[in-house]
């Protein structure tokens, strides 16, 4: 028995989230979600401004329109989603020290196989990472 959190990410936002990833890669890919508690509600694909296969910067311009879009939406920031073009879907030790955000859950799209992409949610805290059950509703 597990007691990982649950979250529900509908099947057409992490089809987003993949479809992203492959259109960026071999660099990685970057969004946000919107959402509350423990469902998110849109995919916001945005410009990876650090342009690599090994880091994610949310495009400066990118991030204000979100959290405009968000606000005036009544949402909130829900999730901060990234790919690893080459690497499984875990949080690096770079992921981890850039999670600025720890109210927000992290996905991470994996296309090491690109026939299968994985996709996992994660609850990152400092150097606590705690992973998170996937479920489309």
Not at 4 to 26: F, G, I, K
Not at 36 to 43: D, H, L, P, S, V
Request: proline share 7%; net charge negative; with cysteine.
């Amino acid at each position: 028995m597990t007691d990982a959190e649950v979250l529900v990410v509908p099947a057409d936002v992490q089809a987003a989230m993949v479809a992203h990833a492959r259109a960026e890669a071999p660099l990685e890919a970057c969004g946000l979600l919107g959402g509350q508690g423990r469902r998110a509600e849109r995919f916001y694909p945005t410009r990876n401004a650090a342009g690599s296969p090994v880091r994610y910067e949310v495009e400066p311009a990118d991030l204000l329109a979100v959290t405009m879009a968000l606000e005036s939406a009544g949402g909130e920031l829900w999730g901060v989603f990234h790919s690893h073009p080459q690497t499984e879907a875990y949080p690096s030790q770079t992921d981890l020290r850039l999670a600025l955000y720890p109210e927000a859950v992290y996905l991470i799209c994996s296309l090491a196989d690109p026939q299968r992409p994985v996709l996992r949610a994660f609850r990152l805290e400092g150097t606590q990472v705690r992973e998170c059950v996937l479920s489309t509703g």
